[in-house]
């Protein structure tokens, strides 16, 4: 069975990109029909809700709108889009009044009764606001009272199949209803891609478990343009849990702006051999690399991790300051406030996805794109505390843009026969005897992903990974499910398999063709970085069934690349 | 590894008549949260077990089930210590959309009849836009600061709602989660609700209905309890009633001379 709406705007996901771009274009227009949709709950799903220790912006009178942006250009070795970096570092002050002032939400204060701003990492000022080191749920719980505040549709536990799409232009999407299995084939004017991608194909990684790639995969197949694929950023410090779901969830980067150490299996603080004057505080990308490169060589712990040491620091602070982190850490029988935690670096952001301009145009007609979806504001690393700034500041610009351009333009019918062929490629998991479970699948793509497209790469490896991916995608085509159309977890898995294989394949081939090495991509066959050569971005598009890969300098529009 | 027998109550509500529960047998690690056990459940012997998760480090609250009769988050509880036998239900005083998940809109209705977003002091929107240049400045030794609710943050997970009995009894009573989110912002000086709000909550289904039995501070994951919050808001409310009742005698007053 499938239903059929019509809507004004379609916003694909509700992280706070999602609910962001609702809200501002409710605000502007509260007689258009906008349709949220959540492969979870409200306010509960992706990663916003996820966010522990911040927000950077720029706030205090000594900090400036030009160091934040000078900060995440080299924190991105230069590839970032400067204008979409720009647009981040310029908007944030005024979202984040906007959160607390008509939103809600309320940041930690200094005594003295001021927005307290703590240190992150590889930041030149102190500037990441927060609540507590559970920031994300301030955020999204204050975001989601103000939705319910309005007449916007909320599909919950639903999920988008495909962008239907007609004459080159984006007309609606797909939806399967999770709890009753069945679809939603919605036209809207224009849809708004809001997924929250998600590096979920490795071994080890963060993020929600929503987050399979799902847009930057149906982006690629409507054919949009992508960029920065290559670009995956693993953070230095996830947990490291044995035979738990928990391992590679984080710890956060305040710990080592704080001032936490991290230590090889030897006792030794090796962060001096790879940036001697940062240390810790290095850039995401360094610290886990060193942190890899460290177990690689031998000198992890016994689990395979490093040590991360916040107990120096007094017991008193840490459990003050970092009461969430703490708390993670003593189920486990560690207490962070006085002993070593195990960690490994883990999967954590994907500073790619769908290329698109200031307001989250993309080169698709109807198709917008926001938060980690959309790529260039990070470059080749992102910094903590600018991916919920990136979500609220480009999810309100978005909402202002579609409110207004979808003034002007008609609804378009779908294909009746593209709606037809993803039911039926659905549907098909569903048919038929077992022979393979998604559930077995997962682990070995996560095998592949972290072995050879992980945080260092190698042409060979990268090569054989393409071949080893499409052997997967072979075979993930032929797995069956048991269960039902109702709420059939075993067949969202297999639904999801397909976006991460989709999605794996497109970083590992980007990797492949950077013969480089920059921010989050290390290659150990081209283990420096090249300005003469690759200050450029990689792009990929669809070529029929094949993605074609091309590439285009970067735009120095506003600071150029120095010393 | 530690052997836990697990007794998971199943439900697909329209296909069966009644819940019924499967027993599992399984090995599981020293640090295994109940989580796991259902994530190593789904890829052996019940691949199509329906439970809830999302960020699984206990800070979305999707995951909230009972664990041997108690509400608890299945992310953030060692299922170890709870065996050998661990029964896994899902929440109560809340219909069931299949096995362990449950539909929370109940509770998100009640939590909505409390005007449970903030409304600010101007309307930026109309107004000056005042009220979106300045970040309200709140030192801590002040007495709008202590006045503020400073609990651990709520999740919305809907455990204190599942082991109140007065919403048992009265599916009408607002609940705990819904009071406590009053609260916050009854004490939260940037708001401009405080009186409305106030009503909502010393109405029939508001805070007096609570007995204080203290289900709801047992259980919150998060630590906090309800149960105080709303003796808090008892508090305000007479109050509140009681200044409002002196200003209308004060009315009455004026209007005879």
């Known amino acids: 069975m499938t239903d059929h709406l019509t809507t004004d705007i379609l916003i694909l996901g509700t992280g706070g990109a999602g609910l962001m771009c609702a809200l501002h274009a409710w605000w502007r227009d509260p007689t258009l029909d906008i349709t949220l949709v959540s492969k979870g709950l409200l306010g509960k799903s992706g990663c916003t809700r996820m ?28 590839i970032n889009d400067q204008e979409l970096a720009w647009t981040l570092v310029a908007d944030a002050p005024r979202i984040v009044r906007e959160l607390e002032n008509k939103i809600g939400c309320l940041f930690d204060r200094a005594p003295d009764g001021r927005i307290h701003q703590k240190a992150f990492a590889a930041q030149t000022f102190d500037r990441t606001i927060h609540r507590g080191d559970l920031t994300g749920i301030e955020i999204m719980a204050r975001l989601r009272d103000q939705i319910l505040h309005t007449r916007i549709r909320v599909f919950e536990e639903t999920r988008a199949l495909e962008l239907l799409t007609r004459d080159g232009r984006v007309v609606g999407a797909l939806l399967l209803d999770i709890r009753r299995g069945e679809y939603i084939a919605v036209k809207a004017r224009a849809v708004v891609l809001a997924t929250g991608a998600g590096p979920l194909m490795y071994r080890l990684a963060a993020c929600a478990q929503e987050k399979t790639s799902d847009g930057v995969a149906m982006a690629f197949r409507a054919g949009a343009h992508l960029m920065d694929m290559e670009m995956v950023q693993f953070h230095p410090t996830g947990l490291l849990v044995p035979g738990s779901r928990l391992s590679g969830a984080l710890l956060e980067e305040g710990l080592r702006g704080a001032g936490a150490r991290l230590f090889n299996g030897q006792g030794e603080r090796y962060m001096a051999r790879y940036d001697s004057e940062r240390l810790e505080r290095s850039t995401r990308d360094r610290v886990s690399r060193a942190g890899y490169m460290e177990i690689a060589a031998g000198r992890g712990t016994k689990n395979g991790g490093v040590w991360l040491d916040a107990a120096h620091l007094g017991a008193k602070f840490v459990e003050e300051n970092f009461a969430g982190m703490r708390e993670r850490c003593l189920r486990l029988g560690v207490d962070l406030a006085r002993e070593p935690v195990e960690v490994s670096p883990t999967a954590h952001f994907n500073m790619g996805g769908v290329r698109i301009n200031r307001d989250g145009f993309t080169n698709l007609v109807g198709l917008f794109a ?26 309100a ?13 008609d609804h378009v019918d779908a294909n009746a026969q593209q709606i037809q062929e993803v039911r039926h490629d659905s549907d098909h998991f569903l048919s038929g005897d077992i022979v393979s479970s998604p559930f077995d699948l997962r682990p070995e793509l996560g095998d592949v992903m972290w072995e050879r497209v992980g945080i260092v790469r190698d042409g060979a490896g990268l090569q054989r990974a393409i071949e080893e991916l499409q052997v997967l995608q072979d075979r993930a085509t032929r797995v069956r499910v048991k269960g039902g159309r109702k709420f059939n977890l075993a067949w969202q898995q297999a639904l999801d398999m397909r976006n991460l294989l989709c999605a794996s394949e497109l970083i590992a081939r980007s990797s492949l063709l950077r013969t480089e090495s920059r921010g989050a991509h290390y290659r150990s066959d081209y283990p420096h970085m090249d300005d003469a050569n690759w200050l450029k971005n990689v792009y990929l598009g669809r070529d029929g069934d094949t993605p074609q890969l091309w590439t285009a300098d970067v735009q120095l529009t506003r600071m150029r690349v120095s010393e | 590894m530690p052997t836990i027998k697990l007794r998971v109550q199943r439900f697909t509500p329209d296909d069966d008549e009644l819940p019924r529960y499967e027993s599992h047998v399984m090995d599981v690690s020293e640090q295994a949260s109940v989580l796991d056990a259902l994530l190593a459940l789904q890829c052996t012997s019940a691949s199509d077990v329906a439970f809830r998760f999302s960020c699984r480090v206990g800070m979305c609250g999707s995951c909230a089930l009972l664990v041997n009769g108690r509400e608890r988050l299945a992310c953030s509880t060692s299922i170890v210590p709870l065996g050998p036998n661990v029964r896994i239900e899902p929440l109560r005083n809340l219909p069931v959309i299949r096995d362990l998940i449950v539909d929370l809109a109940p509770l998100f209705d009640a939590y909505e009849r409390v005007i449970p977003h903030f409304v600010p002091r101007a309307d930026p929107s109309t107004g000056s836009g005042q009220a979106l240049d300045d970040l309200a400045v709140i030192p801590q030794d002040s007495g709008e600061w202590r006045a503020m609710d400073h609990q651990p943050q709520c999740i919305d997970c809907g455990a204190c709602y599942s082991s109140c009995s007065l919403v048992t009894l009265n599916h009408n009573y607002l609940g705990p989660m819904a009071l406590h989110r009053a609260l916050q912002l009854i004490t939260d000086p940037r708001d401009a609700a405080h009186d409305e709000r106030l009503r909502i909550v010393a109405s029939e289904a508001g805070a007096f209905r609570c007995h204080t039995l203290g289900n709801c501070r047992e259980v919150c994951p998060r630590g906090i309890s309800p149960t105080h919050s709303i003796e808090r808001l008892k508090r305000i409310a007479i109050r509140f009633m009681m200044t409002n009742l002196l200003n209308q005698k004060d009315t009455t007053k004026t209007r005879g001379q």
């Open chain 1, 51 to 78: 966010v522990q220790g911040g927000y950077n912006v720029v706030l205090d009178p000594s900090d400036s709108i030009e160091a934040h942006f000078e900060d995440t250009i080299r924190g991105g070795a230069f």
């Open chain 1, 370 to 395: 926001a938060g980690e979806d959309a790529a260039g504001v990070h470059g080749a690393n992102r910094l903590g505390g600018n991916g919920v700034a990136e979500s609220t500041v480009f999810g």
């Open chain 1, 397 to 409: 610009r978005v909402g202002e843009a579609v409110s207004q351009w979808v003034r002007g333009v």
